[in-house]
């Protein structure tokens, strides 16, 4: 995948992600502030508008740098931070590639996981956004070469992920200032990956139609 394609399958993506500001909205105000919503659905806005602005010469890279000071400009919060910094830790592990194969997005995705857990302290079972990353990272790795079934697959184990933590505690963030009250409530970072995943999957559905 090239920049040009990337862009087009993030403009795609984004959009039914920002769709979902309700939903997450609601769900961190049960156990947190209640602007999960704003900061994701902002974000992803963010991200598109910079999108317009990607010359026909930028690498992925370049797409993935923009896009982690886009959004973590739109709603400054401790998951814009996070988010970016796996952005670019991305964007740093893919150097000036001027194509992603499969093996760069593990890569990539690698490279977002080990930062986040580096700068929130976090690990898997900790009821954080890992435990739905981690186990997409899982299935890209063992995925058919079919990108439509490997998105499938890679949204079925991170919904398991944020399935099989919600009965748990949540240790780290906001989520973990209320203790056992965070118990029954899936955690808003990962539902957020989950999501857009799902939008992803989405657009990459769509694009294997019209071809």
């Known amino acids: ?33 209640g602007d999960l919503g704003i900061t994701v659905a902002g974000g992803a806005a963010a991200v598109v508008r910079e999108l317009e602005q990607v010359g026909h010469f930028a690498t992925p890279a370049l797409v993935l740098r923009q896009a982690a000071g886009s959004f973590a400009a739109a709603n400054p919060s401790t998951l814009s931070a996070l988010v970016a910094g796996a952005l670019l830790a991305a964007a740093k592990r893919v150097v000036d590639a001027p194509e992603l194969d499969r093996s760069a997005a593990i890569d990539i995705l690698t490279a977002a996981i080990n ?4 700068r929130g302290k976090a690990l898997p079972g900790d009821k954080t956004i890992l435990d739905a990353m ?7 790795a063992t ?3 079919d990108p439509v079934q490997t998105m499938e697959l ?7 992920g944020v399935e099989s933590t919600t009965a748990l505690i949540s240790r780290r963030g906001r989520a973990a200032w209320v203790g056992e009250r965070s118990i029954g409530h899936p955690d808003g970072g990962a539902t957020a990956y989950l999501r857009l995943l799902e939008a992803i999957a989405t657009a990459f559905a769509g694009a294997a139609q019209r071809h």
């Open 154 to 160: 890679m949204v079925s184990a991170a919904r398991s």
């Open 115 to 118: 930062r986040i857990a580096e």
């Open 134 to 140: 981690s186990p997409s990272l899982e299935a890209l």
């Open 1 to 33: 995948m090239n920049s040009e394609k990337l862009v087009a399958l993030l403009k795609a993506a984004l959009p039914l992600l920002e769709s979902c500001r309700d939903e997450l909205r609601d769900l961190d105000a049960a156990i947190g502030d």
């Open 143 to 145: 995925a058919p070469a």
